[in-house]
């Protein structure tokens, strides 16, 4: 069935350091991508998402390029807070599903140090 | 704020009782998905309802839990004679579904079976 691979974590950067958060899937069909991001205390949140091979998410500076040669969407920041500071989920949808759920990653978890 | 709340928050309960969790999106959310989270892992898909009808379900989601949705609002997960295997975090989603079926995450209600 379709699965994500994600880098394990945990992940410690020094604040501006710069981001990547490794994700491979693997799918039958041509899904979605998606990043979900996870700050302490509160519910999973859409990052960014990418719908078709080459499509490139971005959204608060964090940016991910759907590679389908590569069954790969890593996740990029090029400066780092430590706001930033969460779990990152990477996750799929198998696209024209009749029921839309996602699959996810295992999460990593990034701490930024000041 | 995603629009989608949960109650409780948090439910400590023994094993072999009955725990009943709430979930409430927004009206414009037609499609609601029930995910369970345990520590370490992403989440992982339950069931899924479009307005009232519940469309899929995983094989996760034995005989011991139902899931409910009766006017296409608020859905209830209940899990009957609990076990400590069911300690997590139970997640609900909603959205309007489309293209891409975005899915905003409500906080959570973190079970702990004693």
């Known amino acids: 069935g379709d699965s994500v691979t994600q880098m394990e974590g945990p992940v410690t950067l020094s604040e501006e350091a710069f981001l990547t958060i490794n994700c491979t899937y693997t799918?039958?069909?041509?899904?979605?991508l998606f990043w979900y991001v996870q700050y302490p205390g509160e519910g999973l949140q859409l990052l960014l998402k990418?719908?078709?091979?080459?499509d490139k998410g971005s959204n608060k500076g964090f940016e991910a390029t759907y590679r389908k040669e590569t069954t790969s969407f890593h996740l990029e920041k090029g400066s780092v807070q430590v706001s930033d500071s969460a779990v990152y989920f990477c996750?799929?949808?198998?696209?024209?599903?009749?029921?839309?759920?996602?699959?996810f990653g295992k999460g990593t978890k990034l701490s930024v140090k000041p | 704020d995603t629009g989608v709340s949960q109650d409780p928050r948090h439910k400590i309960t023994k094993r072999g009782q009955n725990v009943t969790f709430r979930c409430d999106p927004i009206s414009e959310h037609n499609r609601l998905y029930w995910y369970r989270q345990t520590l370490g892992q992403g989440p992982e898909f339950l069931t899924y309802?479009?307005?009232?009808?519940?469309?899929?379900k995983s094989r996760l989601l034995s005989d011991r839990f139902s899931a409910e949705r009766p006017k296409g609002s608020f859905s209830t997960l209940e899990i009957q004679r609990t076990e400590q295997g069911d300690s997590a975090m139970y997640l609900c989603?909603?959205?309007?579904?489309?293209?891409?079926?975005?899915?905003?995450f409500g906080p959570g209600t973190r079970l702990t079976v004693l």
């Open positions: 989603a909603a959205g309007k579904g489309g293209s891409y079926n975005e899915q905003f």
């Open positions: 799918a039958t069909g041509y899904p979605s």
């Open positions: 996750a799929l949808m198998e696209y024209g599903g009749s029921q839309g759920n996602l699959i």
């Open positions: 309802f479009q307005n009232e009808a519940q469309l899929e």
């Open positions: 990418a719908t078709k091979a080459d």
